[in-house]
């Protein structure tokens, strides 16, 4: 679990918005999982059963309607550190993320979940609970939306 960690705060600040969101729901997910472990089968992956969990407790929360606000990398990513060219960087990184966080949910967590997360399409299909067919969808509307939004669509 601790390996995943990073990744579950990455995904869960991009589901809650912002970084403290994102560790209110990742600490909730720690809480869930470690209380049902039993429930989790060996052979299968713990990275794929955390998002579930993590993504159940988003919903039951109803997050995805209320947080819109700050970029979904946490400020210990050290995008703006020494490299020429960092600051532009970080203010393309912010727009982006500021695009994200307009989809719809669905769009929002497929977004994440392949282009970010870089989830095969049928693995973020079973983590949200979908047909590959589905995701794909979600997947294609989300991106085409935030070309649209960040006016690079062909």
């Given at each position: 679990m601790l390996e995943l960690l990073p990744r579950l705060r990455r995904f869960a600040t991009g589901l809650a918005g912002t970084p403290a969101d994102g560790d209110d729901l990742c600490q909730m997910t720690l809480e869930r999982a470690l209380a049902n472990r039993q429930k989790w089968r060996e052979g299968t992956r713990l990275d794929s059963w955390m998002y579930?969990?993590?993504?159940?407790?988003?919903?039951?929360?109803?997050?995805?309607?209320?947080?819109?606000?700050?970029?979904?990398?946490?400020?210990?990513?050290?995008?703006?550190?020494?490299?020429?060219?960092?600051?532009?960087?970080?203010?393309?990184?912010?727009?982006?993320?500021?695009?994200?966080?307009?989809?719809?949910?669905?769009?929002?967590?497929?977004?994440?979940l392949v282009m970010v997360e870089g989830y095969a399409y049928r693995e973020a299909a079973e983590i949200v609970g979908c047909p590959v067919g589905t995701l794909n969808s979600r997947l294609v509307r989300g991106r085409d939306a935030l070309l649209d939004l960040l006016g690079e669509a062909t």
């Open positions: 579930r969990i993590m993504r159940n407790i988003w919903i039951d929360e109803g997050r995805a309607t209320t947080r819109r606000r700050q970029t979904f990398v946490a400020d210990e990513a050290g995008l703006t550190v020494g490299a020429e060219g960092a600051q532009e960087s970080a203010v393309e990184l912010s727009m982006v993320d500021r695009a994200i966080q307009t989809l719809p949910a669905e769009q929002r967590e497929a977004v994440l």
